[in-house]
């Protein structure tokens, strides 16, 4: 957490800002900093923001104490009851604006399936547990001491810096960052940078890598509807919506889209190569020709899933739903997939090759939400 925010904060200054005094002589400050972020993060991650409903509001509230405490201007503006979002702008020169970005809403957090409690901010083997912790709330602390760090400082900027914390992240930004781009353009007004989650670090054979992200997959939120012969459950049917449901999904389960390397991909493992496993340079410095053997396919996926899926078109099945009693066969049946398409891939073109997989004229296929 504290090699994490210093990272940030150096990262946020160059080029172009200058290294605040506290970061260039390693001062006493740069402890109470420190500390102070890991305090700040408990306090955040402590704040239920589960979405839905997000009550992004009460996190609005946390950063709005602490800008009035720094006596920092700042907006906030509720897209929604409970949607709230919040910006602040350090003024600098005339270059194109930075934006520090990040979401304040998290994914629910089943406690059965935790070791602490999710939203406890738990201390545990000198790590903080907490749902958000990853995702994005520990981000968002990072930018904001870096954004505090540049207005104690009195740090010459030669652009203006924003902090931006916004709601929805987690159901499609439509409540959040989206919101305010529409509503409320001025927060973002001469912003030419931005960072925000994506890429990450490592350490492999000894080396730190860090990636950075330059595009995305563009998620496509799918919900099936299988229909079929009702009845009782004591006389099942073949032709039922769940079996018909059960045996679509199944054919997508089996099957494997095809392998192809986009131009960012291929520049990312050619990156990655020369710190790779021994096994693995060659595959990764020319990934044009590994995508092309299928046990290397397979054997990157056993490796490293989400390296698999970089250089394919995915689909998690994360939702179902059928009867609302054990002993009806219900006339419908629900599935949701969480798809993800690389970032050429035509979504119409997509759903075509999806109906054509899951072989049933009697499976509908609706569009929940779609990036373009």
């Known amino acids: 957490m504290r090699r994490l925010t210093v990272a940030f904060v150096v990262m946020t200054m160059a080029p172009g800002f200058g290294i605040p005094r506290l970061l260039a002589q390693q001062s006493p400050e740069l402890a109470r900093l420190q500390d102070e972020a890991v305090q700040r993060v ?20 946390f950063f709005a104490r602490i800008f009035a405490q720094e006596g920092i201007a700042f907006d906030t503006a509720s897209s929604a009851p409970g949607r709230g979002n919040i910006w602040a702008r350090l003024k600098g020169g005339s270059n194109p604006a930075l934006v520090l970005l990040h979401h304040m809403d998290v994914v629910p957090a089943d406690p059965s399936h935790w070791d602490v409690d999710p939203f406890s901010a738990t201390v545990k083997d000198n790590e903080i547990w907490g749902r958000g912790a990853l995702d994005t709330k520990t981000l968002g602390i990072v930018e904001l001491e870096a954004f505090l760090t540049l207005h104690r400082d009195k740090t010459p900027l030669t652009r203006d810096v924003i902090f931006m914390a916004t709601a929805d992240e987690e159901a499609g930004g439509f409540f959040g960052a989206g919101w305010v781009v529409k509503n409320h353009p001025e927060a973002f007004a001469g912003a030419g940078l931005l960072i925000n989650e994506g890429g990450g670090g490592s ?3 000894g080396r730190q890598q860090f990636g950075i992200e330059v595009t995305q997959k563009v998620p496509l939120w799918l919900k099936l509807t299988a229909t079929g012969t009702p009845g009782h459950g004591s006389t099942p049917h073949v032709a039922s919506a769940v079996n018909h449901l059960i045996r679509a999904l199944y054919r997508l389960q089996t099957y494997q889209f095809a392998p192809r390397v986009v131009p960012a991909v291929d520049a990312y493992f050619k990156a990655l190569a020369s710190n790779a496993a021994p096994e693995w340079k060659a595959a990764f410095a020319d990934m044009a020709t590994t995508v092309r053997d299928p046990d290397r396919v397979l054997a990157l996926q056993l490796q490293d899933p989400s390296f698999a899926a970089l250089i394919r078109n995915t689909c998690s099945i994360t939702m179902l739903e059928g009867s609302n009693k054990i002993n009806v066969i219900p006339a419908e049946a629900h599935a949701q997939l969480d798809c993800r398409l690389l970032p050429d891939q035509n979504q119409d073109t997509f759903l075509q090759e999806l109906a054509g997989i899951l072989n049933d004229s009697g499976i509908k296929i609706e569009k929940i939400m779609g990036f373009t």
């Open 42 to 61: 408990r306090e955040y991650l402590q704040i239920n923001t589960t979405n839905p409903p997000g009550n992004e509001n009460r996190t609005m509230q």
């Open 203 to 205: 350490v492999e054979g």
